[in-house]
Every structure is written in structure tokens, then in C-alpha cells.
């Protein structure tokens, strides 16, 4: 059975910096495309980034690119999201997500298994 679980959320001042984790279990990863997603109160959940797993290659929502990277370690079954330049608007609970799919896409839909989020307050 698949299990995700995200840490490394918490309150960061404006201009600030976090690095999300994302430990997964229960799959090989390295078979695995992966996402973060974000939500963000009265809003729908948005993908912030994807990371494929036929190639590596990498795809960033324009709102997140230049200041956030995704990477995967599938020794160690966990993915990050190293995150700079943190804006008040970058607030939301921030979720990992896989699928079995070579594709690297940002819509909810393009993934099954989900974390239980970890919220980032940027905030003074």
C-alpha cells in the first residue's frame, strides 16, 4: 500500500527559505513521475511542480520558477521541494503526489496517491 508523508512545513518570514520533504513507502520510486501541489485556503489545489520518471525532466508552475526545485532521491524513497524567496502568497498547504506514469504533468487528476499535507505560512 502506497503512503506518503510530507514535514518540513512551518512559519517563515517574507524573502525566507524551506526544503518540503516527502517520504514515501510501499513503491519503488524510481517507476514513479512525482508532484507537489499546493492549496491554499478558498482555493483549489494547484500543482507547483513535477519531476518525470522516464527522464528526469522537470516542469515548475510560472509562480514558482526561479525560486522553488524539485528533486527526488529514490534510494532513500523521498522527494523535496527546496523552496527560496518565499512570498506571503507562496501560503498554502503543500501536498506530494505519485503516479505510475511516465508523464510529468501539474493537474490533480494526473495523479492518484496522495500525502496529507504540510502547511507553509509566509508571514511577518
Known amino acids: 500500500q502506497v503512503q506518503l508523508v510530507e514535514s518540513g512545513g512551518g512559519l517563515v518570514q517574507p524573502g525566507g527559505s524551506l526544503r518540503l520533504s516527502c517520504a514515501a513507502s510501499?513503491?519503488?520510486?524510481?517507476?514513479?513521475?512525482i508532484g507537489w501541489f499546493r492549496q491554499a485556503p478558498g482555493k483549489e489545489r494547484e500543482g507547483v511542480s513535477c519531476?518525470?520518471?522516464?527522464?528526469?525532466?522537470?516542469y515548475y508552475a510560472d509562480s514558482v520558477k526561479g525560486r522553488f526545485t524539485i528533486s527526488r532521491d529514490n534510494a532513500k524513497k523521498t522527494m523535496y521541494l527546496q523552496m527560496i524567496r518565499l512570498k506571503p502568497e507562496d501560503t498554502a498547504v503543500y501536498y506530494c503526489?505519485?503516479?505510475?506514469?511516465?508523464?510529468?504533468?501539474?493537474?490533480?487528476?494526473?495523479?492518484?496517491?496522495w500525502g496529507q499535507g504540510t502547511q507553509v505560512t509566509v508571514s511577518w
Open positions: 519531476i518525470s520518471s522516464s527522464d528526469g525532466s522537470t
Open positions: 503526489a505519485i503516479d505510475r506514469t511516465p508523464r510529468c504533468g501539474l493537474a490533480v487528476s494526473d495523479f492518484r496517491s
Open positions: 510501499g513503491v519503488t520510486m524510481a517507476y514513479y513521475t
